[in-house]
């Protein structure tokens, strides 16, 4: 018996990396799932293939599960739409979403192009955007349905270089907040995920240094793409139905729950402020709550339950 048993679960970005893993292992769970993958280049500037959704699809079906593959892409909403068909078609219905659907176009913002920019804007948002209104209704008028969103800590923490893609996860994350709200009352479950994993989003960072290749080597040990998705897999389970609403984050044998952004500190003057005492008076009494610029680190191992690390 697996937690999934009886769900049909639409897995985008299924045909590599941390989205493969999420449809094998929704399989192994009991899942019927529909392997979405454009097939195209880390960058999604290529045609696409249908070969590594239906590849993925093929490995679900040998090992005794149930599978469809699908190979259009989530920056269109008819098509996106032709996946909720093809789930009910195939399957009977869809019970939930996992969308690590992406690519990168990375730069420093001062050289971005607009078109680098509107491309990881159009699959990272506009895709998220598109796979949630294209089930939501369905979702709701089952009452019952789960999604889990893929955020990033380049939005979160902040990445050089990654303006676009940071922007794009952050939108994300804002998005999921209020599906969950709005949610609630349906049954209607919403959670995102900023997931750190040896993949080929990561494997395109540019080594510069030998202490980044030891670095990266370390990763490729220690933060494996099944990891997040048997998170992922997890938060769809029913003994999680009071989970919705969170940012999660999972790196290695880490998972991380993060803080989001509430008021800290509050200045009020009666009589209002000038700019003169904004200056003197206001920063002054907040910049001791200021965040830093710098990044925070990758927990180096595993750590114990007991002592828990925030992963940057």
């Known amino acids: 018996m697996g937690v999934l048993d009886g769900k049909v679960v639409l897995v985008t970005g299924g045909g590599n990396g941390i989205g493969r893993e999420c449809a094998l292992i929704a ?5 019927k799932v529909v392997v979405n993958d454009l097939g195209a280049s880390l960058a999604g500037g290529d045609e696409g293939s249908a070969g590594p959704a239906e590849t993925v699809a093929q490995e679900i079906r040998a090992a005794g599960g149930e599978a469809v593959s699908n190979s259009e892409s989530v920056t269109s909403m008819a098509a996106v739409h032709g996946m909720v068909r093809q ?13 690590p659907a992406g690519i990168l176009r ?9 078109a680098d920019w509107d491309r ?15 089930t939501i209704e369905h979702f709701r008028n089952q009452g019952d349905g789960a999604y889990v969103l893929y955020t990033s800590t380049s939005g979160i923490i902040g990445n050089i270089g990654q303006a676009n893609y940071g922007a794009a996860k952050m939108g994300i994350a ?5 599906i969950a709200m709005e949610g609630a009352a349906k049954n209607v479950r919403c959670n995102c995920l900023a997931p750190v994993a040896w993949t080929r989003m990561t494997q395109s960072v540019p080594v510069k240094d030998e202490a980044q ?11 494996r793409a099944d990891q997040p998705a048997r998170f992922s897999v997890a938060l ?15 790196s290695g044998d880490n998972i991380i729950l993060y803080s989001q952004p509430r008021p800290i500190h509050t200045e009020s003057h009666p009589e209002g402020w000038t700019i003169e005492t904004i200056l003197s ?26 002592a828990p690390v925030m992963a940057g």
């Open 120 to 134: 990881v804007i159009e699959v990272h948002l506009r895709g998220t955007f598109n796979v949630c209104r294209a």
């Open 87 to 99: 789930s009910l078609d195939a399957f009977g219905g869809l019970h939930a979403v996992i969308n």
């Open 174 to 178: 804002g998005l999921s907040r209020i």
């Open 27 to 31: 399989a192994q769970e009991g899942a």
């Open 213 to 223: 290749a030891a670095r990266q080597a370390q990763m490729a040990a220690s933060i």
């Open 236 to 250: 769809l389970a029913d003994a999680a139905r009071h989970v919705t609403g969170q940012i999660f984050g999972s």
């Open 281 to 306: 008076e206001v920063l002054p009494a907040m910049s001791d709550k200021f965040y830093s610029l710098e990044r925070l680190p990758l927990p180096p191992t595993p750590v114990s339950k007991a």
């Open 106 to 114: 990375d730069g420093m913002f001062h050289k971005m192009s607009e």
